[in-house]
């Protein structure tokens, strides 16, 4: 059991549209990262936060932006959504920066049309 | 910067067989070192991990890796193959410097023939 949840599971938008996933770590855990699996890939690295402040991005356009919480929940919003952001988006949560064990949410599935 | 390698994006084996994952991984710092799997629309679960202790490591499942500074692998093996262990594999390195990224290879699909 990860303790970490995420929603919604499954989620279809348009192409412009906004979308805000959600991630909710296992208590106590102040670093969370984001993930986006395109289909038939690995995971690739979208940003980290740790107590509330982003702490690295990797290679994605200001779109995507992230929020993380007090109560150990965070955000992932990608504004002007496109075709190419359809993918399994995961977050994963570690106990403390560093900490070499980050654990995974089940995905949020983002399909845009 | 840390990149991974894994050989062969698909292994099928028979069931009772031997199974072996392939990874290569670059870093420019003592590497951590990682195994997930996941099983068909879900997330990922930790398989085992390499963090500069014991060069064998073992996991869950049966599954087992050894770490092999002179060769850069990371290999993944398991003695004898269920068809539970049916699923797509991930090598990844965790980063260094100020944030501690996961860098994943592309996957192996195992498959498990009865």
């Known amino acids: 059991e990860t303790g970490v949840t995420q929603s919604p599971t499954h989620l279809i938008k348009t192409r412009g549209q906004q979308v805000t996933l959600r991630c909710s770590s296992q208590?106590?855990?102040?670093?969370v990262s984001w993930y986006q699996q395109a289909l038939g890939q690995g995971p690739q690295f979208i940003f980290q936060?740790?107590?509330?402040?982003?702490?690295g991005r990797g290679n994605f356009p200001p779109r995507f932006s992230g929020l993380q919480f007090p109560n150990y929940s965070s955000e992932l919003n990608v504004n002007a959504l496109e075709l190419d952001d359809s993918a399994l988006y995961l977050c994963?949560?570690?106990?403390?920066?560093?900490?070499?064990?980050?654990?995974f949410g089940p995905g949020t599935r983002l399909l845009v049309l | 910067a840390q990149s991974v390698t894994q050989l062969g994006s698909h292994v099928s084996v028979s069931e009772g067989a031997l199974v072996l994952l392939r990874c290569n991984y670059s870093?420019?710092?003592?590497?951590?070192l990682f195994w997930y799997v996941q099983y068909p629309n879900q997330g990922l679960q930790l398989l085992l991990k390499?963090?500069?202790?014991?060069?064998l490591v073992k996991g869950i499942n049966g599954f087992e890796a050894e770490f092999k500074k002179s060769e850069t692998s990371f290999h993944l093996t398991k003695p004898s193959a269920h068809m539970s262990d049916a699923a797509e594999y991930f090598c990844?390195?965790?980063?260094?410097?100020?944030?501690?990224?996961?860098?994943f290879g592309k996957g192996t699909l195992l498959t498990v023939n009865p």
């Open positions: 994963a949560s570690s106990l403390v920066l560093g900490g070499e064990t980050q654990y």
């Open positions: 208590s106590g855990h102040n670093t």
């Open positions: 936060y740790y107590r509330e402040e982003e702490n």
């Open positions: 870093s420019s710092v003592p590497p951590y």
């Open positions: 390499y963090t500069s202790a014991a060069t």
């Open positions: 990844a390195v965790l980063g260094g410097g100020s944030n501690y990224k996961l860098t």
